[in-house]
């Protein structure tokens, strides 16, 4: 898929945090959406592409995917210090993706403070499609700091 400029709204909802995204397709807004969490931990331009990993999640709906994604990014900070910056679907149906993630390992000195999520979270989650202006896929997504 062609990379294009990130475009998310950071959201502030009493003691939660989190960010509102809109793609032109599915596969995109999961691609997007996991940028975006990225982008709110360390800044994306801070990131280069000189490492690869491969994620695979499934789920039995597109809500319980995206939540396994997103968690999926973070648990792969956690676990390894791995940032993405550039991601490849190898595979994506809506209840499964498989993906090549190209980024690097946190150094402090270069990417700063990360801001801490502890997970992303299903409450206030919404995912749906517009029709209108234009044919499009919306998330809102909140965030367990």
């Known amino acids: 898929m062609p990379e294009r400029k990130l475009s998310y709204q950071p959201l502030d909802h009493k003691s939660d945090t989190g960010f509102s995204i809109e793609a032109p397709s599915l596969q995109r807004l999961y691609i997007d959406a996991a940028s975006a969490l990225t982008d709110l931990m360390v800044k994306l331009d801070l990131i280069e592409e000189n490492e690869k990993r491969t994620i695979s999640v499934e789920a039995p709906n597109k809500e319980q995917l995206l939540v396994k994604w997103l968690n999926e990014i973070l648990f792969l900070f956690e676990k390894d210090k791995f940032l993405s910056k550039k ?59």
Do not use: W
Not at 90 to 96: A, I, P, R
């Open 87 to 145: 991601i490849v679907f190898d595979f994506f149906d809506g209840k499964k993706i498989t993906a090549s993630l190209f980024g690097e390992f946190y150094q402090p000195v270069r990417h700063g403070h990360v801001s801490e999520i502890k997970a992303v979270t299903f409450h206030q989650l919404e995912l749906g499609m517009r029709s209108e202006p234009e044919h499009s896929f919306f998330a809102k997504v909140f965030l367990d700091l």
